[in-house]
């Protein structure tokens, strides 16, 4: 795919199930955002004169995501679930589509939910999770 130039964040694509074929879009998601949790260790060697050195030796990234809870759909139901769900059972695949067409997959993300349907009388219930990553994720580069 030929991309360039600026995009609305809603061309962001996620997908979240128990393996890859069974992975769908997860309704009335509105906002996200990521972070990224690099360990940088820093030492400072005589023969540096005093200038610090430093090597990334380890990477972790939580998306966080919010929206409302969409009883009935698939995605919706499936991410809402883990909220009771510990151990292995909280892990998910989950694919985030960038705008581009580039990916990245995480086999095992921790689903962590954060936010279930609870909220003031008047509003619709929420639904907010942050997907962990648990080990190398694939990236797969826009074709």
Same mark, same amino acid.
């Given at each position: 795919?030929?991309?360039?130039?600026?995009?609305?964040?809603?061309?962001?694509?996620?997908? *979240?199930?128990?393996? #890859?074929?069974?992975?769908?879009?997860? !309704?009335?998601?509105?906002?996200?955002?990521?972070?990224? =949790?690099?360990?940088?260790?820093?030492?400072?060697?005589?023969?540096?004169?005093?200038?610090?050195? *430093?090597?990334?030796?380890?990477?972790?990234?939580?998306?966080? !995501?919010? %929206?409302?809870?969409?009883?009935? =759909?698939?995605?919706?139901?499936?991410?809402?679930? #883990?909220?009771?769900?510990?151990?292995?059972?909280?892990? !998910?695949?989950?694919?985030?589509?960038?705008?581009?067409? !580039?990916?990245?997959?995480?086999?095992?993300?921790?689903?962590?939910?954060?936010?279930?349907?609870? =909220? =003031?009388?008047?509003?619709?219930?929420?639904?907010?999770?942050?997907?962990?990553?648990? %080990? #190398?994720?694939?990236?797969?580069?826009?074709?």
């Amino acid at each position: 795919m030929s991309y360039s130039g600026v995009f609305p964040c809603s061309e962001n694509q996620f997908k *979240a199930g128990a393996s #890859k074929t069974d992975a769908t879009p997860i !309704a009335d998601m509105e906002n996200f955002s990521v972070s990224f =949790d690099d360990g940088v260790e820093e030492w400072t060697p005589y023969d540096a004169e005093g200038w610090r050195r *430093a090597l990334k030796t380890a990477k972790a990234v939580t998306i966080s !995501a919010s %929206g409302k809870r969409n009883i009935g =759909d698939t995605g919706n139901d499936f991410i809402a679930e #883990k909220a009771f769900k510990n151990g292995r059972n909280a892990e !998910a695949y989950f694919e985030w589509t960038f705008p581009d067409g !580039a990916s990245v997959v995480f086999e095992n993300a921790v689903i962590n939910v954060t936010a279930l349907g609870a =909220d =003031d009388a008047t509003a619709v219930g929420p639904l907010e999770f942050e997907v962990m990553s648990n %080990g #190398k994720p694939t990236y797969t580069p826009a074709a």
